[in-house]
């Protein structure tokens, strides 16, 4: 009878420690797991792509200190790459819109005082690019067309060129893209090599157009 008794002792006293054991490994292993920190994986082109697509790059010239190649952030305006790239003493502000928010790849072009100034609208008349009191709203060199009236096929943007005789938003757009491809044209008639402008079609816009 005593030697059952202390046969189960030992049983017992192996069983209780065979729950000590486990209990204690278990809680290390918690703890060890509480203390790794997460890995956390960052896709390097990921993070050029969100880079690329917060910033805008344009080109500043004209009547200023520095003309050249500036990047912003995205929302930034005309006046924050005036004052980056430094406005000039004879800087002619009046003929810029200094609130416009700029956009990739765009040309800002800062005329100087005394030189025949170009509008994106005759003076004194409305289009799309007023302003909702009335005043005018005056780009950069894309989007705009000289004192004379006639539209500068070298400098005005898709808007400008939307309002030619015949010319709608998609020719527009061919022009600008041919303009981007080949450079500045060299002549009115140079028109003739966009696609979809014909000799009837030029006729009827070579009046209203320069170089």
């Known amino acids: 009878m005593f030697w059952m008794d202390r046969k189960q002792m030992i049983l017992a006293a192996i ?18 797991k509480a203390g790794q920190k997460p890995v956390i994986t960052v896709n ?11 910033t805008v790059t344009v080109h500043v010239t004209g009547a200023v200190k ?31 819109n200094l609130a ?13 005082k005394g030189e025949e100034q170009e509008y994106a609208n005759p003076p004194g008349s409305q ?10 709203s005056l780009g950069p060199a894309g989007n705009r ?13 898709a808007a400008v060129l939307d309002n030619l005789p015949g010319i709608g938003p ?9 303009r981007q491809e080949h450079g500045r ?10 696609s979809g402008i014909g000799e009837k079609k030029f006729a009827e816009l070579k009046d209203q157009v320069t170089i």
């Not at 416009?100 to 100087?112: F, K, L, N, S, Y």
């Not at 289009?127 to 005018?136: F, M």
């Not at 067309?145 to 943007?157: E, F």
């Open 15 to 32: 069983l209780v420690c065979a729950i000590v054991f486990g209990a204690g490994y278990r809680a290390a292993q918690v703890k060890a």
């Open 44 to 54: 390097p082109g990921e993070t050029r792509e969100k880079e690329k697509t917060h």
């Open 66 to 96: 520095k003309p050249g190649v500036y990047t912003f952030s995205e929302g930034a305006r005309v006046i924050d790459a005036i004052y980056k790239s430094g406005r000039g003493g004879d800087a002619d502000l009046n003929y810029i």
């Open 100 to 112: 416009e928010i700029m956009t990739d790849q765009q040309q800002i072009a800062v005329p100087r």
């Open 127 to 136: 289009s799309s690019g007023s302003t909702a009191g009335g005043g005018l």
């Open 145 to 157: 067309s000289t004192r004379s009236g006639k539209i500068n096929i070298n400098t005005a943007g």
């Open 170 to 178: 998609a020719m527009a757009q061919r022009i600008i893209d041919y």
């Open 185 to 194: 044209f060299k002549s009115t008639s140079e028109l003739l090599q966009v």
